[in-house]
């Protein structure tokens, strides 16, 4: 018989040592892990405001709550969004249903679309929340509704897709990102460290770095200011601040200048000083300056057909969630402003011909709804609703005017009460 090696011996051989080192030093990073995502739990927000907007609700009405600073509306609710209060979970025998977007589901009106829709339908039996979310697109709203929308108890999802720009792509987390803005899948949120991950992450999420609400100057802020100083000046020197603006010299600025010499300029310039609301964007400036040049635009660089096929696979993937989770998935197609409404049309016809900023939009959005058709997901376009209806759009904003909400929540009443049980 051999004699048994003393346990002592066993931990001097190499294998043994190396692995209860291993070993240990597995066991010291997962818990300093843990403990970190503990204490960061005290200074992030709970599920699900961390993986909507990802800051804390009162910080929203300096952001994307604009609409709330220049007169009444609905204000924001324990999730951080422009709805009123809900529970985790839908109440008892209550059908929830999800509206997800981005700022044409969560802002500009003073009643969003969800609660306009939700008030009409006058049922106790259904719900319909706000899941938009500004400066989001297809990526964003498939990880919303796979990880916050569903385990939510939303059992009806209607993803609304603004051809204006949903059709840019935005990166899709991977299985092997550690850490990635939720809700979108990282290694953190998979290990229960969304906290960990948030702090981590947050500062990267686009809404907060598009409306730069913790900055000394917002967004918002920076966009009244730009229209108050329009609003002390006379035509000439109004004439010359969009001048300045465009950053244009030689050529290109006589051009512009010539443009801005012409009679209809007069009443632009009105609308910049006093738009619908107050509420004044200067985001489409850039490409109107290019269109007056004569430059290519940025949206040119693709075809219809390159814009659909960057975005389909999220929407199919939505529907796939869906199917999952024994939810229903249908898409609201919303039409941009400078395809349908006379009154914004109008107001920016100066600078060239409007179909070179969303003439391939339209194009691939015909695409997308042959294929929507193909795949049998059920869709509802607005453009026939709203096509020749004069300022359902804020004239300088180009989201939906109140009197734009109201006419689509009728008919997405009228839409939705066709495929609900009675």
């Known amino acids: 018989m051999h004699a048994s090696t003393p346990l002592g011996n066993r931990f001097d051989r190499p294998l043994w040592k190396y692995g209860l080192t291993i070993g240990m030093l597995v066991a010291t990073v997962t818990a300093s892990l843990y403990l970190a995502n503990g204490i960061a739990s005290l200074w992030t927000p709970p599920f699900p405001v961390l993986g909507l907007h990802g800051v804390k609700p009162e910080l929203g009405l300096r ?111 991977t299985r092997l990102a550690i850490f990635t803005t939720y809700p979108k899948d990282s290694l953190a949120s998979r290990l229960g460290l969304l906290s960990l991950n948030h702090l981590v992450t947050n500062r990267h999420r686009n809404v907060l770095r598009v409306w730069q609400v913790d900055q000394e100057e917002s967004l918002n802020d920076h966009e009244q200011r730009m229209m108050q100083r329009l609003q002390t000046m006379d ?96 898409v609201v197609l919303v039409p941009m402003a400078l395809h349908v409404d006379p009154r914004y049309i109008e107001t920016w016809s100066l600078f060239g011909d409007l179909d070179r900023l969303g003439g391939r939009q339209y194009q691939a959005t015909e695409l997308l709804k042959a294929s929507l058709a193909r795949d049998g997901i059920l869709f509802h376009d607005l453009r026939p609703l709203l096509h020749g209806v004069r300022g359902a759009y804020l004239n300088v904003d180009g989201h939906w005017s109140q009197q734009g909400v109201d006419l689509v929540a009728a008919d997405l009443t009228r839409f939705i009460a066709t495929t609900l049980p009675p």
Not at 93 to 107: I, P, Q
């Open 235 to 330: 035509d000439d020197a109004a004439r010359h601040f969009l001048l300045d603006l465009s950053t244009f010299a030689g050529s290109k600025r006589q051009l512009l200048a010539a443009l801005l010499q012409r009679p209809e300029a007069s009443s632009l310039l009105a609308s910049l000083r006093h738009p619908d609301g107050g509420l004044f964007r200067s985001y489409m400036f850039d490409d109107l300056f290019r269109l007056a040049a004569g430059d290519a635009l940025k949206i040119d660089a693709s075809s219809p057909e390159q814009m659909l096929a960057r975005i389909y696979p999220d929407i199919l993937a939505m529907k796939q969630v869906c199917a999952a989770a024994q939810a229903s998935f249908s």
């Open 63 to 173: 952001g994307w709550g604009r609409v709330l600073l220049l007169g009444e509306g609905q204000g924001f609710n324990d999730w951080g969004q422009r709805d009123r209060p809900r529970t985790r979970r839908p109440p008892s025998h209550t059908r929830r249903l999800a509206f997800v977007g981005d700022s044409f589901v969560e802002e500009s009106a003073p009643i969003p679309v969800p609660m306009a829709v939700e008030r009409l339908m006058g049922r106790k039996d259904v719900e319909v929340i706000n899941f938009g979310v500004s400066a989001t697109g297809t990526t964003d709203y498939y990880y919303r509704i796979k990880n916050i929308v569903i385990p939510l108890g939303a059992s009806d999802i209607y993803m609304f897709f603004y051809e204006g720009n949903d059709f840019v792509p935005d990166k899709h987390s």
